[in-house]
């Protein structure tokens, strides 16, 4: 349970810490919007992909007990 409890709090500090560097570091400090722009485009496409890795993950967890989610391509089974 303190392993836990640690590891939430690392990564609390830790997105605390990411905003900060964005903020200070990236934005105000460097003065170059395309760094911060290519940080968030990056962020954003990571993002999506856990996203769509994820709703495939549960949609095939919930298929094993009857429960169908639409496909995200339209591409699915047939019926």
């Known amino acids: 349970m ?3 409890i640690d590891f939430v709090s690392r990564v ?8 900060d560097i964005f903020l200070n570091d990236l934005i105000l ?3 170059d919007p ?8 990056g962020q954003v496409l990571l993002v999506g992909a856990v996203a769509v ?3 495939a993950a549960v949609g095939a ?3 094993e007990i009857g429960v169908t989610l639409p496909a995200l391509g339209g591409r699915g ?3």
């Open 61 to 63: 967890l919930l298929n």
């Open 77 to 79: 089974r047939s019926e």
């Open 53 to 55: 890795f994820g709703y």
């Open 12 to 19: 609390v500090g830790d997105i605390g810490r990411f905003v």
């Open 34 to 41: 395309l760094s911060a722009l290519l940080v968030v485009v």
């Open 29 to 31: 400090g460097a003065g």
């Open 2 to 4: 303190i392993a836990l």
